[in-house]
């Protein structure tokens, strides 16, 4: 049986910014599959979902939003990083594949290995889920060092997060590095001393680590964590355990080198602004 004819496929760099005209269709969001993006996504009254799987990652939690959506029979799926391009649902719609399905999506004919666009015809066919989700443990905002004349050190599961105030800090974001369509962005207003981010699994053309060379750009020290060594979406974890893979011109002339442990380098960070005139100011190099 064919849908019904209004029931649209759209597109969206994320599922916290996806437009109001998602409501009652199916959604593709540049957003990694974890709960946080499936959070957003169960807010939106949608038939399906597809997310980007990020790499999988440690503790699977790039996709583990899949089965936080079968929680509430929200059909949901993953595309494949290294098949199309995080924070691009135009991308995933064009070249996705499918890497992971929940139950919900499983029921309606997805399956792993269609292409995105099959897997979203397919949610097409089911109902609108419009229920409260449930509360999750991420999108959260930390201070985890503040001591006077050094830059604070905070933890942010999102990089929208950001604040004004934030400038010349030390961040830690929960967030993949990719630039939303493959585009520079305003996600990182403020003039922050350094930020991190997940790599995502990297993916296709590297999209998952494109903002690491734009921020060169404003000579911001910036680097991402292996998806494998901490959790993308938990920036307290990322800041903790996670393994630098890749890291911008701008960090790597401070020291920082691919193996090292973030905190190691935040570490650095924080002793070059203690000698430095007024230490918590942006940095000079």
């Known amino acids: 049986m064919s849908p019904p004819v209004e029931v649209a496929i759209v597109t969206a760099n994320s599922s916290a910014t996806a437009p109001e005209s998602c409501r ?43 089965a936080y959506l079968d929680r509430i029979g929200l059909p949901a799926a993953t595309a494949d990083a290294w098949t199309c391009h995080i924070g691009d649902g135009d991308d995933m719609l064009a070249h996705g594949i499918i890497s992971f399905v929940n139950r919900s999506a499983a029921r309606l004919g997805c399956a792993v290995g269609q292409s995105v666009r099959d897997c979203a015809e397919a949610m097409r066919h089911g109902e609108v889920v419009d229920v409260p989700p449930p509360e999750i443990a991420g999108g959260k905002r930390y201070v985890m060092r503040d001591v006077p004349g050094e830059p604070r050190v905070i933890c942010l599961d999102a990089a929208p997060l950001l604040e004004p105030g934030d400038a010349g800090a030390i961040v830690i974001t929960g967030s993949h590095a990719a630039l ?3 585009r520079p962005d305003d996600v990182v207003k403020p003039d922050v001393r350094a930020i991190f981010f997940s790599d995502a699994g990297v993916g296709r053309d590297q999209a998952g680590i494109k903002r690491l060379a734009l921020l060169d750009e404003r000579r911001i020290p910036a680097g991402a964590a292996s998806a494998d060594s901490a959790p993308i979406g938990y920036a ?43 230490g918590a100011g942006p940095p000079d190099a």
Do not use: C, W
């Open 24 to 66: 009652n269709n199916v959604l593709i969001s540049g957003s990694y599959g974890g709960e946080y993006n499936a959070f957003h996504a169960a807010r939106r009254a949608l038939r399906g979902v597809v997310l980007n799987d990020a790499g999988v990652g440690k503790d699977g939690a790039g996709i583990s939003g899949l």
């Open 180 to 182: 939303f369509r493959g």
């Open 236 to 278: 307290r974890p990322i800041y903790e355990d996670g393994i630098l893979s890749h890291v911008n011109a701008t960090a790597a002339g401070l020291g920082a080198r691919p193996g090292m442990r973030i905190k190691h380098f935040v570490d650095r960070l924080l002793e070059i602004a203690r000698q430095a005139p007024g």
